[in-house]
């Protein structure tokens, strides 16, 4: 049984889908985007995690003035039309390029495809910004994100739509309290996922993104080296139970993928016994262990389009939908449920955070002084290390000199 919050908002996602009423219902449902708001702290940070009080409060508050947004903006199809035109206009007249993450709304993703742009994970987006030979760069997604594109290409000025879109990942690992955490265990390699803030990559000595995080710990496993894993503590129990590596894990999670149900899952699948599920491993390991495929976004994407399943059960943020409905149009997604039986309606599936790149914020990236990103030389010169690492890694293993290319 399905129960919906008293203020649940469903929205037709998954007409695309062919399922039964039924599963509409759910996955509507799980679409509310109100979830953020119902969760006490301790759903946002694990207790392991010292993340002050007043921040959390911060946080919630900004989620929450955003969300009444959301609502209050219902544009006509003229005024979206309005703005992307406008969006367009000012990214050739100010010789800039759009850079937007696969969770970002389908509206965003096509404007960044429509405009020379790129859409996809936070690996791909640093390489195409770093390569790209435009003067401004727009980044849709979310704080790291703009960090590592400033890092790698400092000469550039890289606008974001919001810069209070944040990540519960880098909220959960302040840099001074990993860098005394990473000082106790001198004797392990620090690998920090890319989610993080500038002043953590700074700290550390391998960046890797869910693309080639196995990879990467495959790589020091076969060293002998010991890791320090940072901060999601799915993905590091996912990458200790693939590698075997040593790793000693801080304890951070990803808001969405932390809400991902195993017994959920199992029951859709008894609506749908045929569909395959593709899972990321920012999930539970509960949900990791039932998947058909276990990837990043771009992996996932892949999959889906090789495997032979008509339709699939996806454990990643909605925002996805896009680019699988893209990349294999004659088949059907359906969103993993977040809760369970019962309350339904905890996460959603939807980054609160990348829902900010909306876009108004887009139109009017250029004229606002609050939006641009900075990051200290001393800083970006220690992060740009172990992310150069990072991305030379990439290249060798896209040639097969290292790992499982
Ligand atoms: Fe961070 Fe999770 Fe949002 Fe990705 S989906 S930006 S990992 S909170």
New binding site residues.
């Given amino acids: 049984m399905v129960r919906l919050c008293s203020q649940c908002n469903p929205i037709p996602f998954v007409a695309k889908s062919q399922v039964d009423a039924a599963s509409v219902s759910l996955i509507n449902a799980l679409l509310c985007r109100r979830i953020v708001l119902y969760l006490p702290a301790v759903h946002f940070f694990p207790k392991a995690m010292s993340i002050a009080q007043d921040k959390l409060i911060r946080i919630r508050e900004q989620v929450q003035s955003h969300l009444d947004r959301v609502d209050r903006v219902r544009m006509t199809p003229e005024q979206r039309s309005e703005l992307e035109a406008r969006i367009k206009d000012n990214l050739a007249r100010e010789n800039a390029v759009l850079v937007a993450?696969y969770?970002t709304s389908p509206e965003v993703q096509a404007l960044a495809e429509a405009t020379g742009g790129c859409v996809s994970d936070s690996l791909e987006m640093a390489r195409f910004g770093r390569d790209h030979p435009a003067e401004t760069l727009i980044v849709a997604?979310?704080r790291?994100m703009g960090e590592t594109a400033k890092i790698l290409t400092p000469h550039k000025r890289v606008l974001m739509p919001d810069l209070e879109?944040?990540?519960?990942?880098?909220l959960g690992c302040p840099a001074d309290e990993f860098a005394a955490f990473c000082d106790a265990h001198p004797d392990r390699e620090v690998v920090v996922?890319a989610?993080t803030s500038a002043a953590v990559k700074a700290r550390a000595d391998w960046v890797v993104t869910s693309s080639i995080a196995l990879d990467v710990a495959e790589h020091l496993a076969e060293q002998g080296k010991k890791i320090i894993w940072a901060p999601?503590r799915h993905l590091g129990d996912y990458v200790r139970r693939m590698t075997g590596a040593d790793i000693l894990m801080w304890d951070g999670?990803?808001?969405?993928?932390?809400e991902f149900k195993a017994r959920g899952i199992e029951q859709l699948k008894q609506v749908h016994p045929e569909a395959g599920v593709l899972v990321h491993p920012?999930s539970p390991s509960s949900v990791v262990e039932i998947a058909d495929f276990v990837g990043s976004t771009t992996q996932i994407i892949k999959a889906a389009q090789r495997l032979p399943h008509e339709t699939f059960i996806v454990a990643?943020?909605h925002g996805i939908f896009f680019k699988l409905q893209q990349a294999a149009p004659d088949k059907h997604f359906i969103i993993a449920p977040t809760a369970g039986e019962g309350a339904t309606c905890r996460s959603c599936a939807?980054?609160?955070?990348?829902a900010m790149n909306d876009l108004e914020r887009l139109a009017t990236v250029f004229d606002r002084p609050d939006n641009e990103i900075f990051v200290a030389a001393a800083v970006a010169t220690d992060a740009m290390r172990p992310l150069d690492r990072m991305l030379a890694f990439a290249a060798e293993l896209n040639t097969g000199v290292v790992g499982r290319a």
Wanted: hydrophobic letters at 30%; charged letters at 20%; a negative charge.
């Fill in positions: 993450h969770y997604g979310v790291f879109a944040t990540c519960s990942l880098d996922y989610n999601d999670a990803c808001i969405v993928h932390e920012e990643t943020d939807n980054c609160p955070w990348m």
